[in-house]
């Protein structure tokens, strides 16, 4: 594991490369990433950083921006306001954990999406970089009459990308802190550490004391093995991606 706060810097140059694509003028870009997908409590948080771009130049963000797994919960706390100063706007978007239930992880994480981006409150959107491999917006935009070419979906867009990395220390920082608050309506489960994710000792409280309603009850929650049933989705399904988040 890499120590907090090494990394690779991102730059903005996919941002501009956006900005040029969609003609001349300003043009606004955003950064889109989430949080909080594979924890087994709390909301799905999707971070929002826009920045305007006007020909070929754009105002730099903070030194220090990284994904935010690749940095310490202090440096992420401190660079939330310069972060917020140096973007065009930002914002963060959400999806409870009853909404997963209902919905699903797929669409709650569009909704989240959505929602951040309406949070903004920008006239007009003229791209938005998406972090990963799953595209949960275009359609939705499209449904709404935006055209599908606004969104450009990336894989790493969080550790190459400045706008991305900056809306990933938006969404961490503002999920981890409602789950801080969460904590003290169920102690028992220890989401001021653990964040919601699948800790054995949150597991194990789980099994102890049965699920809260802030919990993801339509996946597996416990300590007992997962089903092997092709297409489920459950809990733990992205080990690897969560434990990077738990960082």
């Not at 797994?69 to 978007?93: C, F, I, N, W």
């Not at 009850?217 to 092709?230: D, H, K, N, Q, V």
């Amino acid at each position: 594991m890499s120590p907090p706060g090494s990394g690779i810097a991102p730059t903005l140059e996919t941002e501009l490369a956006l900005a040029a694509r969609c003609g001349p003028g300003p043009q606004i870009v955003v950064g889109v990433d989430e949080v909080g997908r594979g924890a087994l409590a709390g909301p799905v948080a999707m971070g929002a950083c826009a920045l305007l771009i006007e020909d070929g130049a754009v105002a730099p963000l903070p030194t220090g921006v990284r994904d935010s797994k690749a940095l310490s919960a202090r440096r992420r706390e401190a660079l939330v306001d310069p972060v917020r100063e140096a973007a065009h706007a930002s914002s963060v978007g959400w999806a409870s954990a009853a909404e997963i239930d209902e919905v699903g992880i797929v669409e709650a994480l569009t909704r989240s999406a959505l929602r951040a981006l309406e949070a903004l409150e920008l006239p007009r959107i003229d791209a938005v970089l998406l972090d990963g491999s799953a595209d949960v917006l275009t359609g939705r935009l499209s449904a709404d009459g935006r055209p599908a070419s606004l969104v450009e979906l990336r894989v790493k867009a969080d550790r190459d990308c400045a706008s991305v990395s900056a809306a990933s220390i938006l969404a961490k920082v503002a999920r981890d802190a409602v789950m801080v608050e969460l904590d003290a309506l169920a102690p028992e489960f220890a989401w001021a550490s653990n964040k919601g994710y699948g800790s054995a000792a949150h597991r194990e409280a789980i099994d102890r004391l049965g699920p809260h309603e802030q919990h993801r009850r339509s996946w597996r929650l416990g300590s007992a093995p997962a089903p092997t049933s092709a297409g489920v989705l459950w809990g733990d399904q992205w080990t690897a991606q969560v434990e990077e988040e738990r960082r």
